[in-house]
């Protein structure tokens, strides 16, 4: 089992994911800068694993913070945060595993400050250790949701490599498998990251589980063909009405879904969550880099010039979800209600 | 303007669309076997433009025949044109370009060979110039469907390079910009061989016409921020009761248009209809090599041993076809008595 992100000998390690699946190559992160830049260029991505490497990046920042006392301590520990935060603006996740650190510091200011480093390195592994945990659960509970024998599709990766382990939409499918059930996958190719192609299909494969690639406008066509029973997402934030942000195309794959009667699932830790958002129009839609349309391995596929555009994600609303599949249990419309009540 | 595929001193040369945008090379045809491999290889593709370059194939076949008579020269160029109509399954266009050849042949029986070739050489020109006309026809009454200052969406290239020049779809598009709209097209990159970024959206920069590359996964988000007002697409075939075999991913794009209320225009010249066929599910869909997903500029994107469908056309139900455009008129729904009508 490779190892999403991991302490090593007090260095952040992360496998490239940019490099997979053809070269498995790890990236070892020193600073908090050096984070901020692998989840920048989605050497590390999804947002659960995000969240992990902001904490661990946190724990790094503190590490280098030379103060007088806490006061010094936080105001230097607050300006590199913010600077974290600024990464990638979609995944709900990152904020929160950096509030949840910043938290972490206030309540233990009374420490002594290596002591108080100490702490935080400490919180950022049990960070890390309650992501495999949740998506374990997770899986506990959305495997009741999977039938034997079913089709499942997935967009883009919500897998073990977008979290500590395991998996969002992935464990589902794990877990699944682990309950006796015979699934297969459809794996959309996830353009224009090809999350799809190159870590999901890899993954699955890894752990024997029958997958089969297809491009993202194949989708329709296999639902058309009747080769799909169910589709399992992950998502990247959650506002409070239950309006999901996942990658760019998983709105096109909740039409789908819901056109074809086929129950559209979205898989997420509660930490996904944001109920200071009343829906989906309030979340903020990172735009990145028309290069990664237009070039594929340094090579132009359009035209030097062309006008390009890139949203990363998209917003399904949630009268497309069919439930949301969560650590504490699964949420069924109307979501404001169950998802606030699961959120304790 | 780049000719797609032209008789130039007795070869049939092609622009080689498997190499734009970044290479502008041209292929000459000398036997109606190379016309077979640059159809099969996509050197040459889009239905109408398949249609002409069978035409100009079954001349080149019928150039190198000896025979003593008619009935040895025919039985030859069945053979032939048997070989010929195997390289693509799904345009119908190809076949009718086979049949109308032989048609011509047959009907010109008592002419002498040498005369017969001339006369099969003049017919292919014929059909390449008729092709043309087909388009601007289909222009002229598509573009009575577009509004001035509409954001259009294409999938796939159903341009002059489709053609034999001016395009089904983005003919429909040049006749409103020449008739003085200003429109604006989205264009989906159409995975997995990338017609949209490499071809539409290189040539419809050639002629200034505003066009912005997405990804096919895009779409959906697009029309959920309004900005697709109409949908234009070609066809590879048209069964009798208006379902739509074209491009893979197009029946993904009829649902998300039905689905925000958006006309959907299906272009295509007469000789894409089949009247033989009573529905889609009759059209045979052609699956092509797996390679064409796993692989970009030859680097494998998925894993090693990574199992691949690859459709390469979608039947869209003539429900979720607003109207269809031919070269002899618009037909509207009740699609079986309108197109009956319009082939005359």
């Known amino acids: 089992m490779i190892k999403t992100i991991e302490w090593v000998d007090g260095v952040v390690r992360m496998i490239d994911q940019t490099r997979l699946p053809t070269e498995k190559v790890f990236v070892d992160c020193r600073t908090i800068e050096e984070v901020s830049l692998a989840i920048k260029t989605m050497i590390i991505r999804g947002a659960p694993a995000i969240g992990v490497a902001a904490a661990m990046g946190v724990s790094l920042g503190a590490e280098e913070i030379l103060a007088e006392d806490f006061a010094g301590f936080y105001s230097q520990l607050e300006k590199k945060c913010a600077e974290l935060a600024r990464s990638r603006p979609t995944a709900v996740n990152l904020a929160w595993g950096i509030a949840r650190m910043k938290r972490v510091a206030s309540d233990n200011k009374d420490l002594a400050l290596p002591d108080l480093k100490k702490r935080l390195r400490r919180e950022s592994q049990t960070i890390c250790d309650e992501d495999i945990a949740a998506n374990q659960a997770m899986g506990a509970f959305g495997q009741t949701l999977i039938a034997d024998g079913n089709n499942v599709l997935t967009h883009c990766n919500a897998g073990a490599l ?53 491009t993202d406008s194949m989708a329709g066509h296999f639902m058309q063909k009747k080769q799909v029973d169910v589709v399992v997402v992950g998502a990247d934030r959650i506002a409070a009405n239950g309006d999901v942000a996942n990658k760019i195309g998983t709105y096109m794959v909740a039409i789908l879904a819901k056109n074809h009667n086929i129950p559209f699932y979205v898989a997420a830790p509660i930490s996904t969550l944001d109920l200071s958002l009343a829906s989906g129009e309030e979340i903020p839609i990172e735009e990145r880099s028309a290069d990664e349309v237009t070039t594929i391995n340094n090579k132009r596929m359009a035209p030097e010039g062309a006008m390009v555009a890139h949203p990363a994600f998209d917003i399904t609303p949630h009268q497309l979800v069919t439930a949301i599949i969560t650590d504490k249990g699964i949420a069924l419309p109307p979501f404001t209600e169950t998802l606030k009540k699961l959120a304790g």
Chains 1, 2 share one sequence.
């Not at 498998?177 to 993954?203: C, Y």
């Open 162 to 214: 977008a979290t500590a382990g395991f998996g969002t939409a992935l464990g589902v499918i794990r877990a699944s498998v682990n309950a006796g059930k015979k699934i297969s996958v459809l794996a959309n190719e996830t353009r224009p990251f090809l999350q799809g192609a190159r870590l999901t299909v890899w993954e699955l494969m890894e752990d024997n589980i029958p997958v089969k690639l297809i």
